[in-house]
């Protein structure tokens, strides 16, 4: 398959070097704004980061999309959550002998699934990876065709309302909504579908 057809993720998983730091760029932010929130320490928050990503390095070769909407967002929250379940075992463990710390009920919210935490994740990932894909693939669109596909997709717009704002024909302002979408779809194909 030519790969400017292939997802991102399917670049990364055969080893393309490029594809491996796009992923990498991507997933880097929204990883330490999760583990910020999550109570880490400022000062482990870039070294537990790494972890993390190591983490995805290492195993994404071997995963398998099952088909099921979320499974990579599944299995990066499941690798996220064993390292700073790790993290936090570490820290509990220096700190039993003071009266404990809040690590373990960090580590229930964590091994919980069903979590409001969890699906705080899920929930922040999608909308995260989308911004940023669309950051990737901007460069590939004219500004009109991005504004068109940004006032219908995003804002809700009727397609004629932003024909009208924007100076385009009803025509243009479709074909925008859907070249733009298909390339989202492209890159984040296995990533949040």
């Known amino acids: ?8 993720l399917l670049r990364a998983q055969t080893g393309e070097e ?20 999550q109570g880490v320490p400022g000062g482990d928050l870039e070294d537990l980061s790494q972890d993390i990503l190591v983490s995805v390095v290492k195993h994404l070769p071997d995963f398998h999309h099952s088909g099921r909407r979320g499974a990579f967002r599944a299995w990066l929250r499941t690798i996220v959550c064993s390292r700073t379940t790790d993290y936090w075992r570490a820290i509990d463990a ?17 091994a919980d699934p069903d979590s409001n935490l969890n699906r705080q ?5 999608d909308r995260y990876v989308l911004r940023r894909l669309m950051d990737l693939i ?18 809700g ?6 024909a009208e704002e924007l100076g385009l024909s009803l025509n243009a302002v479709l074909v925008a909504k859907s070249r733009v979408l298909s390339k989202l779809r492209q890159e984040a194909e296995g990533l949040i579908d």
């Open 138 to 155: 901007e460069p590939m669109f004219e500004p009109n065709t991005l504004a068109a596909f940004r006032r219908v997709a995003f804002d």
């Open 94 to 110: 220096g700190t039993r002998g003071q009266g404990g710390s809040g690590a373990t009920a960090a580590l229930q919210d964590i």
């Open 121 to 125: 994740w899920d929930d922040e990932h």
């Open 1 to 8: 398959m030519d790969q400017t057809r292939q997802s991102l």
């Open 18 to 37: 490029q594809a491996w730091r796009g992923l990498t760029e991507l997933y880097r932010p929204l990883i330490l704004g999760w583990l910020n929130r």
């Open 157 to 162: 717009i009727p397609p004629a309302q932003a």
